[in-house]
Nanobody, 127 residues
């Protein structure tokens, strides 16, 4: 079992930045793929970004590519999502998710692949 706790959300003006963190506890984080997903009111959950457990591979949704950066520090059991040039359409609850894998370069963009989820952190971008 691994527990995930997100932090770093808040209210920011369009064009601003936020840095989300996901801290894992319960098991070693280093063998887990991590993904970030978001869900806006009335909309389905949406993939944002994912990073392999080695940290060497990342993959982004087209809507955030070039603005968001996912990273991880396995020594600190933490994954981060740096969000720059935020837009009102980025407003959502952001969740981190994790799944173990034996493949150091594997990433997953499908939420169904993940079996551990955090409670989420609210990000609100005002225009």
């Amino acid at each position: 079992q691994v527990q995930l706790v997100e932090s770093g959300g808040g209210l920011v003006q369009a064009g601003g930045s936020l840095r989300l963190s996901c801290v894992a506890s319960g098991r070693t984080f280093s063998s887990y793929v991590v993904g970030w997903f978001r869900q806006a009111p009335g909309k389905e959950r949406e993939f944002v970004a994912t990073i392999s457990y080695s940290g060497g591979n990342t993959y982004y949704a087209d809507s955030v590519k070039g603005r968001f950066t996912i990273s991880r520090d396995n020594a600190k059991n933490t994954a981060n999502l740096q969000m720059n040039s935020l837009k009102p359409e980025d407003t959502a609850i952001y969740h981190c998710a994790a799944v173990t894998t034996i493949y150091p370069s594997r990433t997953y963009y499908d939420a169904r692949e993940y079996n551990y989820w955090g409670q989420g952190t609210q990000v609100t971008v005002s225009s």
